[in-house]
């Protein structure tokens, strides 16, 4: 592997107790190898379930990072980004299997397209269905209510009812988003050398939505690419071990991204309303949680990873 190559693609990886699923990811990618060189690098968060073993014997030329406690995601996938060498550089969750020629399509994708600084793939759930989170609109006070509502459901057509996960375009569409998934984001290296790393006040969520908009902040387009396709399994890991902080962080998270990157585009009063609404969706989701019938650790990591 040559790390100067301008083809090189660098997998960024981050592992907490997804030992199975990491070795499903790593051998999807060692049976159908993208045609590019690539480098692999992956930032363990102190995981307990044989993650590194796997890692050490299975894959020992990956560059590995050992966290001794959980930093998050966010902080660990900068601890790759910084390491990688690529002209692309690839967000990759390790529940995910990357089909054949995925990362390939993505990198002609931006070699074709100068414009572009961020694309995502196609990402499917275990079903084959279309994981909507892999395409997004901006997450406005609107396109929120109509999601967690159920209008945008109710009104999929309509793009100011269904901006949240742009339902009005077709999913084999290659179209301009917002954001797309951090399951598997290919960033081009000239951003990250304009506007730098991902913000760590975002511990595991909206840290891909943030960049992006960072991304087009600064002149840079978004694309989602259906030609190339991911499976993401969802739930496991972090969110799934830790559910009471998968559900604070992802609200915490949430308001974060609003506060910094929104606010200012509404009056005073309406965002003290907005906040106390995020209040109370938090405090229904601890309640759902204690109670044995919310699902957040499953759903959540599928609609924002």
């Not at 799934?240 to 308001?255: A, C, D, Q, T």
Request: proline letters at 4%.
């Amino acid at each position: 592997m040559n790390a100067q190559s301008d083809n090189l693609i660098s997998l960024c990886l981050v592992t907490y107790q997804t030992r199975d699923y990491l070795k499903g990811c790593l051998d999807s990618i060692a049976a159908c190898p993208p045609r590019r060189p690539i480098e692999l690098i992956l930032v363990d968060n102190g995981s307990k379930d044989g993650t590194v073993q796997l890692i050490e014997q299975s894959f020992p030329q990956a560059v590995l990072i050992q966290n001794e406690t959980n930093r998050g995601y966010t902080a660990a996938m900068n601890q790759a980004l910084r390491e990688a060498k690529g002209q692309y550089l690839v967000q990759l969750n390790p529940d995910t299997i990357v089909y054949e020629q995925a990362l390939d399509t993505l990198a002609d994708f931006l070699d074709a397209h100068p414009e572009v600084g961020i694309c995502g793939p196609k990402v499917l759930n275990p079903d084959g269905t279309l994981q909507r989170s892999c395409r997004r609109g901006e997450s406005t006070p609107l396109a929120v209510f109509a999601h967690f509502s159920g209008l945008d459901r109710l009104f999929p057509h309509q793009a100011k009812l269904a901006q949240y996960w742009m339902s009005y375009r077709q999913e084999d569409e290659t179209h301009e988003v917002a954001g797309v998934s951090g399951s598997c984001m290919m960033i081009r290296r000239a951003v990250v050398e304009q506007i730098g790393y991902l913000d760590e006040r975002f511990f595991a969520y909206q840290e891909d939505a943030d960049y992006c908009f960072r991304a087009r902040q600064a002149g840079w387009k978004v694309m989602y690419v259906p030609t190339a396709k991911v499976l993401h399994y969802g739930g496991v890991g972090g969110s799934h071990v830790e559910p009471y902080r998968s559900i604070l962080e992802w609200h915490r998270s949430y308001w974060l991204y609003y506060r910094k990157n929104l606010a200012h585009n509404y009056p005073n009063w309406f965002n003290a309303l907005y906040y106390l609404m995020m209040g109370v969706k938090l405090g229904s989701s601890l309640a759902l949680q204690v109670l044995n019938l919310g699902r957040f650790s499953s759903r959540k990591r599928k609609v924002q990873r």
